[in-house]
């Protein structure tokens, strides 16, 4: 299995607070993945990063921010969250040959 | 627009049933997958495709290019299948990956 953590796994917040998920690679992967999912959607993509300091928004970007100054770590920040927000979250890396592994999933509840 | 449609959406099957799950694209890919995700778990890959036809255990895998369409048939079904099945392309030169809605399969014994 590829060694990919995400931390904390389970988080309750308040409204208007802010929140960081952290995900962790062992793999020294190029490319890192944000995604959210939900019921009735596929998983959305939030950002995505191609190396150190290089980040690019995907299709849900609206509130979140990310960083990554290590390659074996990629933060996504909900700067104030909102229940909309509410969601799994779950972080990929890729090396580039079209595949991806998967973390264990956060589930964030926004109240 | 999705990129990727799954059908269908949900499936119930007796166990020893053939099954099958389609997945349709609109976009130039490099590859294809499905991925399983079993209730509450984390998602793992099955197959990655790009050609052809793909055999692991009970699970097939196929996927005919021209028509943009790709099968998952689960031979011999066992509760033990019970999962969401996601399908997933990679793109064409860009490390980027669009997610179908997923098939929720319950087997019953």
């Known amino acids: 299995d590829a060694g990919i953590t995400q931390s904390p796994r389970h988080k309750v917040t308040e409204t208007g607070t802010p929140v960081t998920l952290r995900c962790h690679q062992t793999?020294?992967?190029?490319?890192m993945y944000w995604y959210r999912q939900d019921p009735g959607h596929g998983l959305r993509l939030i950002h995505y990063?191609?190396?150190?300091?290089?980040?690019d928004k995907g299709e849900v970007s609206d509130g979140y921010s990310v960083s990554r100054s290590k390659t074996e770590d990629f933060l996504l920040t909900l700067e104030s969250a909102t229940s909309s927000q509410t969601s799994v979250y779950f972080c990929?890396?890729?090396?580039?040959?079209?595949?991806?592994?998967f973390g264990p999933g956060t589930r964030l509840t926004v109240l | 627009k999705n990129e990727v449609e799954q059908s269908p959406q949900n499936l119930t099957a007796q166990e020893g049933e053939f099954i099958t799950i389609n997945c349709s694209y609109s976009?130039?890919?490099?590859?294809l997958h499905w991925l399983q995700q079993h209730p509450g778990g984390g998602i793992v890959s099955l197959f990655m495709?790009?050609?052809g036809k793909k055999k692991h255990g009970r699970l097939i895998a196929t996927i005919n290019i021209q028509e943009k369409h790709s099968s998952l048939h689960i031979t011999a079904s066992h509760p033990r299948d019970s999962a969401v099945y996601i399908c997933?392309?990679?793109?064409?030169?860009?490390?980027?990956?669009?997610f179908g809605s997923g098939t929720k399969l319950n087997v019953k014994p």
């Open positions: 990929a890396i890729s090396d580039g040959r079209a595949e991806q592994f």
């Open positions: 793999e020294n992967h190029r490319y």
């Open positions: 990063s191609y190396g150190v300091k290089d980040t």
């Open positions: 976009v130039g890919i490099s590859a």
């Open positions: 495709l790009s050609s």
């Open positions: 997933a392309v990679a793109l064409y030169n860009f490390n980027k990956f669009y």
